[in-house]
């Protein structure tokens, strides 16, 4: 792979431009895909699931926001996971932080019909928004 580099001003080249063989990235391990699989598992395995942990207020509040339109989402509290020869909470957090965008909290996480929706910033925008019970409709979640 080439990866484009600006040159020093006082570089032989003349044009400012110098291309660098760059690596490639590295390959996830088999550690992290496997966490990455459990996570895809535990997601898809109900219609709305909930990566939360047990203190977090802005856990509580999608929680309760899914109970009050009639949810009844799986909720993983992550600090409560042990490890148990497979991801324990910390490895699954860390793992869900990579899906969100940065700068975003690593709890919660919601799952919608085993795609990822959001942290709580999401999923109150479709709330606002009118969005979110047509998705839980379209997932299952919801009947009426």
Same mark, same amino acid.
């Given at each position: 792979?080439?990866?484009?580099?600006?040159a020093?001003?006082?570089?032989?080249?003349?044009?400012?431009?110098?291309?660098?063989?760059?690596?490639?990235?590295?390959?996830?391990?088999?550690?992290?895909?496997?966490?990455?699989?459990?996570?895809?598992?535990?997601?898809?395995?109900? $219609? #709305?699931? @909930?990566?939360?942990?047990? !203190?977090?207020?802005?856990?509580? +509040?999608? /929680?309760?926001?899914?109970?009050?339109?009639?949810?009844?989402?799986t909720?993983?509290?992550?600090?409560?996971?042990?490890?148990?020869?497979?991801?324990?909470?910390?490895?699954i957090?860390?793992a869900?932080?990579?899906?969100?965008?940065?700068?975003?909290? $690593? #709890?919660? @996480?919601?799952?919608?019909? !085993?795609?990822?929706?959001?942290? +709580?910033? /999401?999923?109150?925008?479709?709330?606002?928004?009118?969005?979110?019970?047509?998705?839980?409709?379209?997932?299952?979640?919801?009947?009426?």
């Amino acid at each position: 792979m080439l990866r484009m580099e600006v040159a020093e001003s006082g570089s032989s080249t003349g044009s400012g431009v110098v291309a660098a063989e760059a690596a490639a990235p590295p390959a996830p391990s088999e550690a992290a895909m496997a966490v990455y699989e459990r996570v895809a598992r535990m997601a898809s395995g109900n $219609a #709305v699931v @909930v990566f939360s942990a047990s !203190g977090c207020c802005m856990c509580h +509040v999608v /929680k309760r926001l899914l109970l009050g339109l009639g949810v009844g989402p799986t909720v993983y509290e992550l600090d409560q996971l042990g490890g148990g020869g497979g991801a324990g909470g910390r490895e699954i957090q860390a793992a869900l932080a990579q899906l969100l965008p940065p700068g975003q909290p $690593a #709890v919660p @996480v919601v799952f919608v019909g !085993g795609r990822l929706l959001g942290g +709580v910033e /999401k999923v109150m925008a479709c709330h606002i928004n009118g969005t979110l019970v047509p998705l839980l409709k379209q997932a299952g979640a919801l009947w009426l």
